[in-house]
C-alpha cells in the first residue's frame, strides 16, 4: 500500500511526502507543516488520510420557501404545514383498517385533480379492489394511475420512467427489495425500501408518501424503523367503534408538528370535521357529575373536549386505575396530589377516566380538568354550568398558566360557554364574554369549586 502523503502546504494545501522549507507547488518559504493524524488511531478509525474540504456556508439565505400543493382537502394540509412540498418523504402510520387507505386515496384524487401527476402503488390490494373503492368514494373521474405492485426494483423503474409530481406506496411492509435476503415486512427490507424511496425522492424531486402499518407484534417491523428516515411523520388514530379519525402531525421537517386534522368515517370516505369542538361536544347534554370540558390547544387550534370520570368503592383490594385517552401516570400523580396537597384520598375507590370521542390528550394543560372531573365524580357535584377547565398542575398543588390562554377562551366563548376556570398569573387575561375565574393553587380551586372539598 502506498504510504500517504503527511506533508501539507498551509497556503496552498499541496501535499508532499516530505519536508522541505520551500512549498514546490506555491513557492512560499516555511509554510509546510507535518499532518498529524485525523484521528487517534485503532482499526477503524480513520488514520491519517484526509478527505476533503467541506463548503461552508452561513445561515443567509436567498432561496424562497418550497412551493406547496394543496390539496383542498384542508385538514390535510394544515397538517402537512400548508400543503404538499415537492421531493418530500412522509410517512403516514397507523392501526390496520383505521382509514390509511382510504385517506390517501382521496388525497391522490384531490392532488391529481389539482394538476400534480400522481401514481398509487398498492402492495395489499389488487388494482380491481382499488377501483371498487374509488368507484364508492366518488372518485373514478380523477386522473390517478394506479398499480398493484410489491417489487421494488420494478416501482422505482416505473416512477423513473413515468416522472409522477407524487407517489403513494401502500404499504411499505409489504415492499420488497432483491437485494436484501430477508422475507418482506423485516426489519432489513423495511428500511431498505424505505431508503430506496427517500433518496428517489430527493433525486428525481418526486414526493413520496409512504403507509406504514403499526404491529404489535415483533415480526413485522412498524413505521417506527423508517420515521429518521422521512422528512414528514403523520400518524391516523382514533378508536375502533367511534367514526372520528385524527390525523396527527408529530415530525414535520417543513412545519410545525403537532398539528391534527379531525376526520369523520363515513360511508362515503373520510370527511373533514371543519370545527372539531362542536363535533366532540356534541353528544354533550346537561352537565353531569364527573364530566368537564376541558378547553385544550392541538398544534395551533384550540379544540375543546369533554372529560369523563367515574370514581366508585372498589370491591378488589388494589383498586382500579383506567384510562382511555390519557396517559396513566400522569393520572396517578393527579390522585397522588390531590391526596397529598388537597388531603382527599382515594385510596379503595376505583377510578376510571375517558376522553370522549376518541380522542387523546398528551397536554399537561388538561391537569385541572382531569382533577376537577376526579373530584367532581367523587363529590357527585356537578361543575357550573357552561364553565371550561384548564391549567398544569405542579408536585407542589401549584397551577400553572397554560400556554395560549387567549386562543382557548376564544374557543370557549365561541361555543357558548360563559366561565373559565383557570390558573392565575401569565398574561393577562381579557376576553369579553367569559368570565376567568383564576386560582393559584389546587386547594383554593377545591374551595372555590366544590365548596370545602
Ligand atoms: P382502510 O383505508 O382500508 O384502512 P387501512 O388502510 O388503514 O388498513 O379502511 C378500512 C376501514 O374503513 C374498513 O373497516 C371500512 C371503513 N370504511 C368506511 O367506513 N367507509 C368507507 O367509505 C371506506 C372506504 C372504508
Ligand atoms: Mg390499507
Known amino acids: 500500500m ?47 488520510n484526509r478527505g476533503s474540504a467541506i463548503q461552508l456556508t452561513d445561515l443567509q439565505t436567498e432561496e424562497s420557501p418550497p412551493p406547496r400543493t394543496h390539496s383542498g382537502i ?30 390517501l386515496l382521496q388525497a391522490a384524487a384531490e392532488f ?26 366518488g372518485l373514478s373521474d380523477a386522473p390517478v394511475q394506479l398499480a398493484s405492485e410489491t417489487n421494488l426494483r420494478n416501482i ?14 401502500d404499504s411499505i411492509q409489504t415492499m420488497w427489495s432483491d437485494t436484501v435476503d430477508s422475507a418482506p415486512g423485516s426489519v432489513s427490507q423495511v428500511r431498505s425500501a424505505a431508503h430506496e424511496l427517500t433518496t428517489f425522492a430527493k ?29 414528514t411523520v403523520l400518524y391516523f388514530e382514533g378508536e375502533r367503534g367511534h367514526q372520528f379519525r385524527i390525523l396527527r402531525a408529530v415530525k414535520n421537517r417543513f412545519g410545525p408538528a403537532d398539528e391534527i386534522g379531525v376526520f369523520e368515517m363515513t360511508g362515503r370516505g373520510l370527511e373533514q370535521v371543519t370545527n372539531p369542538s362542536a363535533l366532540f361536544l356534541s353528544e354533550r347534554g346537561k352537565p353531569s357529575a364527573g364530566s368537564v370540558v376541558f378547553a385544550g390547544i392541538e398544534g395551533t387550534r384550540p379544540v375543546l373536549v369533554e372529560l369523563q370520570a367515574l370514581v366508585a368503592p372498589s370491591p378488589h383490594s388494589q383498586p382500579r386505575r383506567t384510562v382511555v385517552g390519557w396517559d396513566g401516570g400522569r393520572l396517578a400523580m393527579i390522585l397522588a396530589v390531590l391526596e397529598a396537597r388537597c388531603g382527599i384520598p382515594f385510596a379503595g375507590l376505583d377510578v376510571y377516566l375517558n376522553v370522549a370521542g376518541g380522542m387523546k390528550i398528551s397536554e399537561p ?28 398542575i405542579s408536585l407542589s398543588g401549584a397551577l400553572r398558566p397554560a ?10 366563548q365561541k361555543l357558548g360557554f360563559t366561565t373559565a376556570l383557570a390558573p392565575a398569573g401569565g398574561k ?17 380551586f377545591v374551595g372555590e369549586v366544590f365548596g370545602a372539598g
Not at 422505482?156 to 409522477?164: F, M, N
Not at 382533577?371 to 377547565?389: F, I, K, M, N
Open 2 to 48: 502506498a504510504k500517504s502523503p503527511s506533508f501539507t502546504c498551509t497556503a496552498c494545501g499541496a501535499t508532499h511526502t516530505k519536508w522541505s522549507g520551500r512549498c514546490d507547488a506555491c513557492g512560499d518559504w516555511n509554510t509546510i507543516v507535518e499532518d498529524a493524524g485525523l484521528s487517534a488511531g485503532g482499526k477503524k478509525s480513520l488514520g491519517a
Open 74 to 103: 384542508d385538514e390535510l394540509d394544515r397538517v402537512l404545514g400548508g400543503g404538499l412540498v415537492p421531493a418530500s418523504a412522509l410517512l403516514v402510520g397507523g392501526d390496520p383498517g383505521i382509514g390509511k387507505s382510504t385517506l
Open 112 to 137: 391529481a385533480r389539482a394538476g400534480v401527476k400522481t401514481i398509487y402503488v398498492s402492495g395489499e390490494e389488487a388494482t380491481a379492489q382499488v377501483r371498487m373503492r374509488a368507484k364508492r368514494l
Open 156 to 169: 422505482l423503474t416505473t416512477l423513473e420512467a413515468e416522472k409522477p409530481g407524487l407517489a403513494i406506496i
Open 203 to 231: 433525486r428525481k424531486g418526486v414526493s413520496v408518501i409512504l403507509v406504514g402499518h403499526v404491529t404489535k407484534d415483533g415480526q413485522i417491523a412498524g413505521p417506527r424503523v423508517v420515521e429518521h428516515m422521512v422528512d
Open 365 to 392: 394543560a388538561a391537569d385541572l380538568a382531569v382533577a376537577a372531573a376526579l373530584l367532581s365524580a367523587r363529590e357527585d357535584a356537578a361543575l357550573p354550568e357552561g364553565a371550561v377547565v384548564f391549567g398544569e
Open 403 to 412: 400556554p395560549q390562554t387567549e386562543n382557548r377562551l376564544k374557543e370557549a
Open 428 to 444: 393577562a387575561i381579557e376576553t369579553s364574554g367569559i368570565k376567568v375565574q383564576q386560582m393559584h393553587d389546587l386547594t383554593s
